[in-house]
């Protein structure tokens, strides 16, 4: 069974502070590691993703994620946060192509002025 | 840029009552995929559904729920007979059949049961 913790449900930082959101898995087998930004009454976007090749993962809009197998996590960070930031962010896990995403709880984040 | 979409954005019924959400995947992915997330709660998987049959099933996905691809584009989640703890948001996604796994999300359909 694959399950997702999130630590911290809420994370606030000020404009131009790094973001840095924790995301630990549990999977039988060699994980599918995602990040999805949720904006208010929107659906999911994708940011990023881990399949197996490189441990750091660049995504869109300036975040990054590093998969570190030994501590079982893949945390994700951006340098400098922005105002446009400021979403909900959720971590998944898949044990394979084709199969249902795990979720984690979910971290708001919110970015002051 | 192709995109999931979703119709309708909201649907508001009476307990008992049926209902029908549909998405159009994108037009080159095989699998498919309804989740719903339940207001301040995290997003859960129900079905996944690949070559016309259902490949994976959640806990919440029983017997009130059935799924179907009536045509070469629509996907369709049926609620046989609503309560009230089926209001939520009602995701649906589609991802190709091989590759990374990725899985691209429509906008929801925001289901109020009354």
């Known amino acids: 069974a694959q399950s997702v913790t999130q630590l911290g449900s809420h994370v606030s930082v000020s404009e131009g502070a790094l973001v840095l959101l924790r995301c630990n898995y549990s999977?039988?087998?060699?994980?599918?590691l995602f990040w999805y930004v949720q904006y208010p009454n929107q659906g999911l976007q994708l940011l990023l993703k881990?399949?197996?090749?490189?441990?750091l993962v660049k995504g869109i809009n300036g975040f990054e994620a590093e998969f570190k197998k030994s501590e079982t996590s893949f945390h994700l960070t951006k340098p400098s946060a922005h105002m446009s930031d400021a979403a909900e962010y959720f971590c998944?896990?898949?044990?394979?192509?084709?199969?249902?995403?795990?979720f984690g709880e979910g971290t708001q984040l919110t970015v002051n002025p | 840029e192709p995109e999931v979409t979703q119709t309708p954005s909201h649907q508001v019924t009476q307990m008992g009552q049926e209902v029908i959400l549909r998405c159009v995947p994108i037009?080159?992915?095989?699998?498919f995929y309804w989740y719903r997330q339940i207001l301040g709660q995290k997003v859960e998987f129900l079905v996944s559904?690949?070559?016309?049959?259902?490949?994976?099933k959640s806990e919440i996905f029983d017997d009130q729920f059935s799924v179907e691809r009536p045509d070469g584009s629509n996907f369709t989640l049926k609620i046989r007979s609503t309560k009230l703890e089926d209001s939520a948001m009602y995701f649906c996604?589609?991802?190709?059949?091989?590759?990374?796994?990725?899985?691209?999300f429509g906008p929801g359909t925001r289901l109020t049961v009354l």
């Open positions: 996604a589609s991802s190709e059949t091989s590759g990374t796994g990725e899985q691209f």
């Open positions: 999977s039988s087998v060699p994980p599918y």
């Open positions: 881990y399949t197996s090749a490189a441990t």
């Open positions: 998944a896990v898949s044990p394979r192509s084709g199969s249902r995403l795990t």
């Open positions: 037009s080159n992915h095989l699998y």
């Open positions: 559904f690949y070559n016309n049959e259902i490949s994976e």
